[in-house]
């Protein structure tokens, strides 16, 4: 008998499901940079800083900071951890829609 994934309840929000969704079809690369990430998600700046804060302070993404000339930029992408939860949270939803969950 398999175990039955569970929900992770950070990934869980819609939002965060985009983001954590994005990123990790973006995992090969080296990250996304927070306007792509917003745009591709649909938030807005505050929205988008305070959802990364909250997956980050999960372990799931790591941000990084630089500048381009004189222009700062940050980057998000997601962890080993978070690839994990992402994965386990994915087979929680198969597992809801196929009846199993």
């Given at each position: 008998?398999?175990?039955?994934?569970?929900?992770?309840?950070?990934?869980?929000?819609?939002?965060?499901?985009?983001?954590?969704?994005?990123l990790?079809?973006?995992?090969?690369?080296?990250?996304?940079?927070?306007?792509?990430?917003?745009?591709?998600?649909?938030?807005?700046?505050?929205?988008?800083?305070?959802?990364?804060?909250?997956?980050?302070?999960?372990?799931?993404?790591?941000?990084?900071?630089?500048?381009?000339?004189?222009?700062?930029?940050?980057?998000?992408?997601?962890?080993?951890?978070?690839?994990?939860?992402?994965?386990?949270?994915?087979?929680?939803?198969?597992?809801v829609?196929?009846?199993?969950?």
């Amino acid at each position: 008998m398999r175990q039955v994934a569970k929900a992770d309840e950070i990934i869980h929000q819609s939002l965060r499901l985009r983001i954590m969704a994005a990123l990790h079809a973006a995992r090969a690369d080296e990250g996304m940079e927070f306007n792509r990430l917003k745009a591709l998600v649909g938030a807005t700046d505050g929205n988008l800083g305070s959802h990364l804060g909250t997956l980050e302070g999960a372990g799931y993404i790591a941000l990084t900071k630089d500048f381009v000339g004189k222009k700062p930029r940050t980057r998000a992408a997601i962890t080993r951890a978070g690839e994990r939860a992402f994965r386990e949270h994915r087979d929680y939803l198969r597992d809801v829609i196929e009846g199993g969950g």
